[in-house]
């Protein structure tokens, strides 16, 4: 079965249902995804309606499903922000494979505890937007956009404000294919550990300051939110440490006039993405405690 949509430019959700086929016991699986847009909400609902009478199964812990005749309805008690994406699973059962006919009811809750939710900045939005990417297209990336994600890099939080971490940004293909080869040599892997992006930035920090590892990954994370914001994909590597521990990682620093206690935090990756992002996780139940 191919996908149901909705859409609505009036409504928080865009929804579609995508048959999911048979479990072992016979039961029938179905896939609802949600595109959340326009603003923050705490609870999420609408309905489908299926060729002929269903039951539910199963569904996750934080939906609340009520199934009347063909129609099912389906509330969702959890966040969801601009630009967000979820997918849920539900099994039902039927007299036979049951067809999606219609989407219906959808609306969302804006508000918690009655009060009016906060509009989600640039910033938030590329939290929740962003993913770690695996697949690139070959496109060198504009120099003016490259600067505007390194200059973001620059503006990292770091201990006392010395500023401990160096950035080499790799456009150059040929030093770029170098030190693919050099992880995944570390990696002990033939593939490319850089999935085939275009550029890598690589972070490095003083040694001689405490809060070096810090002060490198925060850097890190400056640049793939500024990366999410110019629409660039991006995705952290490690063994950045054991690049240039190694006798041919020294010599790339001191072919680059580049002298001090310095270790490799992370390799940054970035380009065009080949493909859709996936969806997000579901975060932890036990992710945050209050102490009040």
């Known amino acids: 079965m191919s996908d149901f949509n909705f859409n609505s430019d009036e409504e928080c959700l865009n929804v579609s249902v995508r048959s999911d086929g048979v479990d072992d016991s016979g039961n029938y699986k179905f896939v609802c995804k949600l595109e959340h847009f326009g603003h923050q909400s705490y609870g999420q609902s609408f309905g489908i309606y299926f060729s002929q009478d269903i039951t539910i199964v199963e569904v996750p812990g934080d939906i609340e499903a009520t199934a009347e005749g063909n129609h099912l309805h389906i509330h969702r008690n959890n966040q969801m922000n601009d630009n967000g994406l979820v997918e849920i699973w539900i099994k039902l059962s039927a007299q036979e494979s049951p067809e999606v006919t219609g989407i219906t009811d959808i609306a969302c809750q804006p508000e918690e505890n009655g009060e009016e939710v906060l509009a989600i900045g640039a910033v938030q939005q590329a939290i929740y937007a962003r993913?770690?990417?695996?697949?690139?297209?070959?496109?060198?990336?504009?120099?003016?956009?490259?600067?505007?994600?390194?200059?973001?890099?620059?503006?990292?939080?770091?201990?006392?404000n010395h500023q401990s971490p160096i950035i080499l940004a790799?456009?150059?293909?040929?030093?770029?294919?170098?030190?693919?080869?050099?992880?995944?040599?570390?990696?002990?892997?033939?593939?490319?550990?850089?999935?085939?992006?275009?550029?890598?930035?690589?972070v490095l920090a003083d040694k001689n300051m405490p809060t070096y590892v810090y002060d490198g990954s925060l850097v890190m994370g400056n640049m793939m939110l500024a990366a999410e914001e110019l629409g660039i994909a991006s995705c952290w590597v490690h063994r950045a440490k054991e690049e240039f521990e190694s006798n041919e990682g020294k010599e790339i620093l001191a072919s680059l006039g580049i002298d001090g206690n310095y270790e490799g935090i992370g390799h940054l990756v970035l380009g065009y993405a080949e493909g859709e992002p996936n969806c997000a996780a579901p975060r932890k139940n036990d992710y945050i405690y209050y102490v009040e």
């Open 131 to 160: 993913r770690s990417t695996r697949s690139y297209k070959p496109d060198m990336l504009p120099k003016e956009i490259l600067d505007r994600i390194l200059t973001a890099g620059t503006y990292a939080a770091t201990g006392m």
């Open 170 to 202: 790799v456009t150059n293909k040929e030093m770029r294919d170098r030190l693919s080869a050099m992880n995944a040599k570390i990696l002990g892997k033939d593939d490319d550990p850089f999935y085939g992006a275009p550029v890598v930035l690589v």
